[in-house]
């Protein structure tokens, strides 16, 4: 059973591009959030997906937006990339039926922004 | 304003004693609480969680206590070992919010 998979696992990019964040969630699940982990943080969630709608979002500008597809993958996208986006971004996993909150994480993608 | 806090960056014990993590959250409204557990190059992973109608939750050798009257929940490893060493994040979140709110982690170092 594939657990939650990401691509790519590092990334630079020069401020100012763009970029897209892929992941796969474990197999059964639908709902597919996204977390931004800055050195020495906890993750901070982005936003969370499910039936191809951002049903949630945190506090982060709309240089952040997401899409989820008909497989229940999904992908980050970041606008005009600041230095201070340079983080782990990672993908989490759930079912949405689960009364409770488990979610299985990814590996994550490091990016680094220069 | 941080939501979840974990005000011990680092916690050292030795093979064999008791490893216990602290975790503080402000908001009421949180009624389920986990802990994961990060290694190097991997996301975090599941451990151990309680819902704010317990007061414990026990998993082998993982035990997870809830004061809600406090606001604070801790993790007890015993016996701790050499292979639990990596970083323990506390997590809250509100039943079907569809988000749980993360501590910045504590850094567990068994030594043998």
């Known amino acids: 059973d594939a657990g939650v998979t990401q691509s790519p696992t590092h990334l630079i ?59 229940y993958s999904s992908e980050l996208n970041v606008n005009a990339l600041l230095l201070g986006d340079s983080a782990l971004y990672l993908c989490a996993s759930s079912s949405d039926f689960g009364l409770t909150e488990t979610q299985y994480f990814g590996p994550g993608t490091r990016l680094l922004v220069l | 304003d941080q939501q979840v806090k974990q005000n011990s ?42 819902s704010s109608i317990k007061d414990k939750n026990e ?29 323990y994040f506390c997590a809250a979140s509100e039943t079907n919010a569809g988000k749980s709110t993360f501590g910045d982690g504590t850094t567990l170092t068994v030594k043998p």
């Open chain 1, 13 to 71: 990019k020069t401020r100012g591009q763009q970029v897209t964040l892929r992941c796969s969630p474990k197999s059964g699940h639908d709902t597919v959030s996204w977390y931004q982990q800055a050195l020495g943080q906890g993750p901070q969630f982005i936003f969370q997906y499910y039936e191809e709608e951002e049903r949630q979002r945190g506090n982060f500008p709309d240089r952040f937006s997401g899409h989820q597809f008909p497989n």
């Open chain 2, 9 to 50: 960056p680092s916690l050292s014990v030795q093979e064999g004693r008791i490893s216990i993590l602290n975790c503080d959250y402000t908001n009421s409204m949180f009624d389920y609480f986990l802990w994961y557990k990060k290694y190097p190059a991997e996301g975090p992973t599941f451990l151990i969680s309680i």
């Open chain 2, 59 to 87: 998993d082998g050798r993982f035990t997870v206590f809830l004061n809600k009257s406090a606001k604070h929940l801790s993790l007890h490893i015993v016996p701790s070992q050499p292979g639990d060493s990596a970083v």
